[in-house]
């Protein structure tokens, strides 16, 4: 079974801090994506990476980065927090041509 | 502009009934569409998906049809169960090429299994 693991599933941090969401997978993807979910909103797409130090935008990536230095780690970095940031926020990893799989989730409140 | 849209927020059924869950889509690239099920301060997991080149998908109580001319596709849930209570995405991405890494996600249907 894929594991996609999240560093952390409750975070707590104030706005303009520097906050690094951590994603690691075991299953020797390519592909790996952060999405944030909001109530009403579904799931939406930040910033999704193809190879190890390889990134593309996704729908939303204001306010956003993304580091790839390792194939199974996926950070994602919030560079001067926001309390519009306040949100759950999902990895995910896929191989080939197979489903995503995703982790369980952080759940971000910037106060 | 919404390009996958579940138009029921919310759903609720009696144990033992079927539960239909609904998905409409407008990009005809779109040829994998896929079903995730949610449940609260858990990731999404994957439950069914279906090819552009088959219209129905069955995976024991869980069948998913497709209907690429009305770009439409249903999730059918037979009998429903408590444990099926969750939020339902469809979500559909191309199957090979450009933008197959991708996939786009409807704002999904809360189900609820009345015991």
């Known amino acids: 079974d894929v594991k996609v693991t999240q560093s952390s599933r409750y975070l707590v941090k104030r706005t303009g801090e520097k906050v690094f969401l951590e994603c690691v997978q075991d299953?020797?993807?390519?592909?790996m994506f952060w999405y944030r979910q909001d109530p009403g909103l579904g799931l939406r797409l930040i910033y999704f990476?193809?190879?190890?130090?390889?990134?593309e935008k996704g729908d939303i990536p204001e306010g956003y980065s993304v580091s790839r230095e390792k194939k199974e780690r996926f950070s994602l970095i919030l560079e001067s927090a926001s309390t519009n940031q306040t949100s759950m926020y999902l990895c995910?990893?896929?191989?080939?041509?197979?489903?995503?799989?995703f982790g369980d989730g952080t759940r971000l409140s910037i106060l | 502009d919404q390009q996958v849209k579940q138009n029921s927020p919310s759903l609720s059924v009696q144990e033992g009934r079927i539960s239909i869950l609904n998905c409409d889509y407008t990009?005809?690239?779109?040829?994998?569409f896929l079903w995730y099920k949610k449940y609260p301060a858990e990731g999404p997991t994957f439950l069914i998906s279906i090819s552009s080149i088959k219209d129905k998908n069955e995976d024991g109580r869980f069948t998913v049809f497709l209907n690429k001319s009305a770009k439409h596709l249903s999730l059918h849930i037979v009998p429903s169960q408590p444990g099926d209570s969750a939020v339902y995405f469809c979500a559909t991405r191309p199957y090979s090429g450009a933008g197959s890494y991708q996939l786009t996600f409807g704002k999904g249907t809360k189900l609820s299994v009345i015991p």
């Open positions: 990009n005809s690239m779109f040829d994998y």
């Open positions: 990476s193809y190879d190890v130090k390889m990134k």
């Open positions: 299953m020797d993807h390519e592909n």
């Open positions: 995910a990893s896929m191989g080939g041509n197979q489903p995503q799989h």
